[in-house]
């Protein structure tokens, strides 16, 4: 059973254009949150979403946006591509331990974006 | 702000060495710690974590403990196996907080 899934799994398109990537999880998880990890793995939040609240990380250009249609998903919509979108994008959900008082995240396997 | 730092890699050990990765943190409060691995062209797995000081996290023969009087998470196995070679991150999120600041990565490459 696939927890939490990311389609497509890489992309390739030109700058300028408008894509989407899709995220689905079936774990039940109320938070939702994106991350891009860049050609140096480093990873950085980009997003964090429950049904009440979205957070965003203010470093994030506005021409990214997350739209969730429902508790399972949340997508990640870019427009206006630049070169420097090129990265790995990694969806993940989590779950709120009540007596350990933290969150326990799980993550996509990625979507390679590339942009030419 | 929150930040973590770990040892830059590579590192490349033989076969059944020991493991040491480096992790310090910068928090406010009282920070929940983790251990995230990600093997090639995967995801990221959770390791494992700890959400207060002096527990110890282990999964998989790994263990870190958290150490609030130096500010340290670090990763550690007795005896590496050639599987283990993968890209370990270490992350923080604040108490109640639900988003991960994530250290840069340390490659680890373990050579029959």
């Known amino acids: 059973d696939t927890a939490v899934s990311q389609t497509p799994k890489y992309l390739v398109t030109q700058m300028g254009n408008d894509k989407s990537i899709k995220c689905e999880q079936n774990?039940?998880?109320?938070?939702m949150y994106w991350y891009k990890q860049d050609s140096k793995k480093f990873l950085k939040i980009m997003f964090s979403y429950n049904n009440k609240e979205l957070i965003i990380n203010e470093t994030v250009p506005n021409r990214f946006s997350p739209k969730s249609p429902d508790k399972a998903h949340l997508n990640l919509h870019i427009n206006s591509l630049e070169l420097g979108d090129s990265a790995v994008y990694f969806c993940?959900?989590?779950?709120?331990?009540?007596?350990?008082?933290?969150?326990?995240?799980?993550f996509g396997p990625g979507t390679r974006l590339t942009v030419t | 702000g929150n930040s973590v730092t770990q040892m830059e890699g590579p590192v490349t050990l033989s076969e059944e060495a020991f493991l040491t990765i480096n992790c310090t943190y910068t928090a406010t409060g009282y920070p929940s710690l983790f251990w995230y691995v990600q093997y090639p062209g995967e995801g990221l797995q959770l390791l494992l974590k700890a959400t207060k000081a002096d527990d110890k996290g282990s999964n998989k023969g790994f263990e870190a403990t958290y150490r609030k009087e130096t500010t340290s998470f670090h990763l550690e196995k007795g005896s590496v196996q050639v599987s283990d070679s993968a890209v370990y991150f270490c992350a923080l999120s604040e108490r109640a907080g639900n988003m991960l600041t994530f250290g840069g990565g340390t490659r680890l490459m373990v050579k029959p």
């Open positions: 993940a959900s989590s779950f709120y331990h009540r007596d350990r008082g933290a969150y326990e995240q799980y």
């Open positions: 774990l039940g998880h109320d938070t």
